[in-house]
């Protein structure tokens, strides 16, 4: 008979950890799996990555998951290799092959069409994705053989980076770079992209480069965090903020912090910001997010006062950075 395992004693960790997902990992398991490694009390992950796909995912501890949003929100970077001539069931490999056809495709068309799928787009999204319909998962619908409608959304592909690569000494494939806006299903591009080329395509394999300023190149791998003492672990999380690296900076004396802290809000000679990450003077504590209108300094997502505490006393150890500075109101 297995003993039962010993529980572990949660913590309260502040902050976010860059993490590499590697493969064959949902994004709830990996999530629960980086949270049991650092004994994290709450946790939280920026939109899901499938498991066929690695790549940069932000996990938000504590605080840091007021402001997940905000990476949902963000511009995203991915390196695809679309397989050129089959179709499957669910647009990538994990899917059956339901349509076979000829591939006869040159440079000149891939550039043709990746002139073509540059600019704003309006796509479907596919029926094996997370979306919610009446409470349940597309992908649900999809497994039961169910279709179900879906409306087109407007999305943005900044930059398609697509050159023609070999499969089995054969040019049946094609590497891609895409920046697009959140809400852009790669899978359905590759789809797409097939059927411009006349010959049908599915994913192959993703990873994702980058997520709102985070970059694969500052991200942790799960085997390197496993290896890890706890402390170097802690070590790796970011501090709150670095969530909010393009908001203004208000800075308030004491009598403000703490009437901003109760949601009141406060006026001052600021200029209209719609985006504001609130400290304050004492210790440059994070107080949360904000906007300023017509001179009012608008309360947004707050932290709480044990939550500013907890990040003070994580602060003293040195694993967490320090506000950037701004002039005190």
């Given at each position: 008979m297995?003993a ?12 976010v950890l860059?993490?590499?997902k590697?493969?064959?990992?949902s994004?709830n ?5 980086v949270?049991?490694l650092l004994?994290a009390?709450k946790a939280?992950h920026t939109g899901?990555?499938?498991p066929?796909?690695s790549g ?8 840091a998951t ?9 511009d995203k970077t991915?390196a695809?290799?679309l397989r050129?001539?089959?179709?499957t069931?669910?647009?990538d490999a994990?899917?059956?092959?339901v349509q076979?056809?000829a591939?006869a495709?040159s ?11 540059t600019?704003?787009l309006r ?5 094996h ?8 998962a597309l992908y649900?619908?999809a497994?039961?053989?169910i279709e179900i409608e879906r ?20 040019y049946?494939?094609?590497n891609?770079?895409?920046k697009?806006?959140k ?7 590759g789809?797409?992209?097939g059927?411009?080329l006349g ?11 980058g ?15 496993e290896a890890?003492?706890?402390?170097e ?5 970011l ?7 393009d908001?203004t900076v208000?800075?308030?004396d ?9 949601g ?11 985006q504001?990450?609130?400290y304050?003077q004492?210790?440059h504590?994070?107080?949360?997010t ?13 932290l709480s006062?044990?939550?500013i505490e ?14 950037p ?5």
């Amino acid at each position: 008979m297995n003993a039962p395992r010993a529980r572990v004693a949660r913590r309260p960790v502040h902050g976010v950890l860059l993490l590499d997902k590697p493969l064959n990992w949902s994004s709830n398991d990996i999530l629960q799996k980086v949270k049991w490694l650092l004994r994290a009390e709450k946790a939280g992950h920026t939109g899901t990555l499938d498991p066929l796909a690695s790549g940069v995912l932000p996990l938000c501890f504590g605080a840091a998951t007021k402001f997940s949003q905000l990476q949902l929100d963000a511009d995203k970077t991915y390196a695809a290799v679309l397989r050129l001539g089959q179709k499957t069931s669910t647009g990538d490999a994990e899917g059956e092959v339901v349509q076979t056809r000829a591939v006869a495709v040159s440079s000149e068309d891939v550039a043709r069409v990746a002139a073509q799928f540059t600019g704003a787009l309006r796509q479907v999204p596919p029926m094996h994705s997370a979306l919610k319909k009446d409470g349940k998962a597309l992908y649900e619908y999809a497994r039961a053989g169910i279709e179900i409608e879906r409306e087109s959304r407007a999305i943005m592909i900044y930059e398609l980076n697509m050159a023609l690569a070999k499969v089995d000494s054969a040019y049946e494939a094609i590497n891609m770079i895409v920046k697009c806006s959140k809400g852009t299903y790669i899978r359905t591009l590759g789809e797409d992209v097939g059927e411009a080329l006349g010959c049908g395509a599915h994913l192959g394999a993703l990873r994702r480069l980058g997520t709102g300023g985070f970059d694969v190149a500052q991200c942790v791998t799960l085997d390197a965090l496993e290896a890890m003492s706890e402390s170097e672990r802690l070590a790796c999380v970011l501090p709150v903020q670095s969530l909010l690296p393009d908001h203004t900076v208000i800075t308030l004396d004491d009598e403000q912090a703490a009437r901003f802290l109760s949601g009141l809000r406060r006026r001052g000679t600021w200029p209209d910001a719609a985006q504001v990450a609130v400290y304050a003077q004492r210790g440059h504590a994070l107080l949360g997010t904000a906007q300023v209108m017509s001179g009012e300094l608008i309360p947004g997502r707050l932290l709480s006062p044990i939550e500013i505490e907890q990040i003070a006393k994580e602060s003293r150890t040195g694993l967490v950075e320090s506000a950037p500075a701004s002039p005190a109101i």
